[in-house]
């Protein structure tokens, strides 16, 4: 397989011809799926690859999973100069191991790696190092239409001094991890807690890159949110209340808006919104069925509640590479519950984009989405 | 010594006595402090305690310096479960060695733990473990009055799973590193670059906490200062361009304000202004002198802008452990140079307090800010 070179903003490193393997001498057994806790198993072998500002790009590094040594005073420990990727390797009934648009990730962890002040690299080099990863730990990739292989791609500052300031040394690393479905509630709809209290982004913020920082600072609205009896956080913006994200994933309202059109609607990409990949694909996907509006658009808790008060709301969902898509079946909102219509009653445009998408991702349908490695 | 005991929310742990000292075999040359990059040599020792959800609290080890084992998916490295703290040892001329109100940094630090979902601990025990780390690498502490050993407690969540939750285990870790004075330029004016195209912290976020994921997202704004032709950022927030903070810095104006009034003004802590301790020191000092108006109040570019073009501005400072106070001389705002008159030829409040506040520091000036340890 070559990946096409979209794109790639240093020309520094050629790597993946380069990768030193280093076979681990003991194989982990594979855990049983079911029930498995997201991101909690690991398989045999990572790939490691260190930058330095004098050296530039080391050699790629597939070696035994296994620790990491860091300096005590890691920039990435202090001051948070760290990102990453999430993306997974499904394996189909042809027992041939696909990616879903892996392109969309490199773009978007070089996007973060400018916004981080990490060096730049050639993202389809870095792609087929992940490849020979794969490759190495290929018997990882579950035999099973509902579990995947999911690819941690992670790149952090490795400057071993206090002074907050660009990183003279860098560690790119990619770690693998046998997963099951995302949430334990399975694709059962989310209970959300809407309050201004907590804001995930802002403008001029980092909200639109995979940056550590965003994700750590979120954990204690998770907790109010489960304070208050729901599961996840619908992050709100701003005065009128815009509804941004649900959670760690993206947030669509498919729904008859104000013109009295049905539209399927997600805010648009200005600053504060994670670009997702789900996110994306369902946008490419949902216009061109061309079966109804298609919308980056704002949207405010006043219109929700507005729209369900009005019958005018067909169902809400979060989107993202972890769950694909997770219906939302209550907001917890001023002290209100705003119950949620969702696919069981309703048109099922989640079981459809769960369907169509994941017969792209496991090749029971032919897309160049798909990318067989 | 025995510190107080003024805050503590977890009864988890009595540690300081369990400390399991563990000496180095050899020692490292003590560096020449002239010049020296701030952060950039570490002791021969450090403090290393772990926690974890089942064990609770282990013994705090004293250990060779050296760098920390991380399982790759440690929640620190990808989600910043991260935070820290900046204080000071001082050597005075009667060769004591003294901390500068050190429990003001511990209860900051329980605060920024609570942000994080990290657990609590009690901080005058974590403050007398730092005593014994001292007191290990006490020659470490430099012979001047304008260098000091600078302390960096360090708290990251090292949860090994992927999943955006809690820390199940947990790592603190103090290291300990001589310095002479923060920035290259000494006490010269900086320089500053004040747009509102990057934002530090915004309500509802971290910004009043400690946490690294206000300092990685403040990287690229800095560059862009400097490509501006200045040194640090000035932050901005919110559409009426309110001053917030300069760099890592609290910032302060000196003036007479609209009423005419002499005022030393600094923001107000409303969940945006990180809560230092140099910052709150120059509050009550200033206040106990009594010689003008000490406000915390809000500024904008255009309360600044119009001050200055009416002569009523004084002077114009950073406030922090690192370089104590630190005089600005120059302000880059929608394409104009804003001269800020400076010490040279006013009133020099900004050398009054970094006398007085070395003073303390380094034991000249009894009082009781100052710990010997």
Redesign the interface.
């Known amino acids: 397989m070559k990946w096409q070179c979209l794109f790639s903003f240093t020309h520094m490193g050629v790597w993946a011809a380069d990768t030193v393997v280093q076979l681990s001498e003991s194989q982990k057994p594979k855990p049983v799926l079911e029930g498995l806790?997201?991101?909690?198993v690991?398989t045999d072998h990572?790939l490691v690859i260190e930058w330095s500002n004098e050296g530039g790009w080391g050699k790629p590094h597939i070696q035994p999973?296994?620790?990491?040594?860091?300096?005590?005073?890691c920039?990435?420990?202090?001051?948070?100069?760290?990102l990453?990727e999430g993306l997974k390797a499904y394996r189909g009934q042809d027992n041939k191991v696909r990616l879903f648009r892996p392109m969309l990730n490199m773009k978007r962890m070089l996007k973060s790696a400018?916004?981080?002040?990490l060096p730049g690299f050639d993202g389809a080099e870095l792609l087929e190092c992940i490849r020979k990863l794969l490759e190495v730990d290929q018997e990882w990739v579950p035999q099973s239409d509902s579990a995947s292989l999911?690819i941690?791609p992670?790149y952090?500052?490795t400057e071993?001094?206090?002074?907050?300031?660009?990183p003279m040394q860098a560690l790119l690393?990619v770690?693998l991890?046998p997963v099951g479905s995302y949430f334990s509630t399975g694709t059962k709809p989310v209970s959300l807690w809407a309050d201004?209290?907590?804001?995930r982004a802002?403008?001029?913020?980092?909200g639109d890159c995979k940056?550590?920082?965003?994700?750590?600072?979120?954990?204690?609205a998770?907790?109010e949110a489960v304070d208050y009896g729901c599961q996840q956080v619908l992050w709100l913006y701003g005065d009128d209340h815009q509804i941004t994200e649900v959670g760690?994933m993206n947030l669509f309202l498919y729904w008859v808006n104000e013109e009295g059109e049905e539209e399927l609607a997600t805010p648009p990409l200005d600053g504060i919104i994670l670009p997702g990949i789900t996110r994306q694909s369902i946008l490419e996907l949902t216009r061109k069925w061309g079966e109804f509006k298609v919308s980056e658009r704002y949207l405010t808790m006043a219109d929700l509640r507005l729209a369900l008060k009005e019958n005018r709301v067909k169902e809400m969902f979060g989107s993202g590479t972890a769950c694909v898509v997770s219906p939302v079946g209550r907001v917890l909102y001023q002290g209100e519950n705003l119950e949620i219509p969702c696919e069981v009653n309703c048109s099922g445009l989640v079981s459809r984009l769960q369907q169509e998408l994941t017969d792209i991702q496991y090749g029971r349908t032919p897309s160049d989405w798909a990318i067989v490695v």
Not at 37 to 40: K, L, R, V
């Open positions: 806790q997201f991101g909690t690991f990572m999973f296994g620790n990491l040594s860091i300096h005590p005073a920039s990435a420990l202090h001051y948070a100069v760290q990453f400018r916004r981080a002040c999911y941690r992670t952090v500052g071993s001094s206090l002074g907050v300031k660009k690393f770690i991890s201004s209290k907590y804001i802002w403008r001029g913020g980092t940056m550590g920082g965003n994700y750590g600072a979120s954990i204690y998770q907790y760690t």
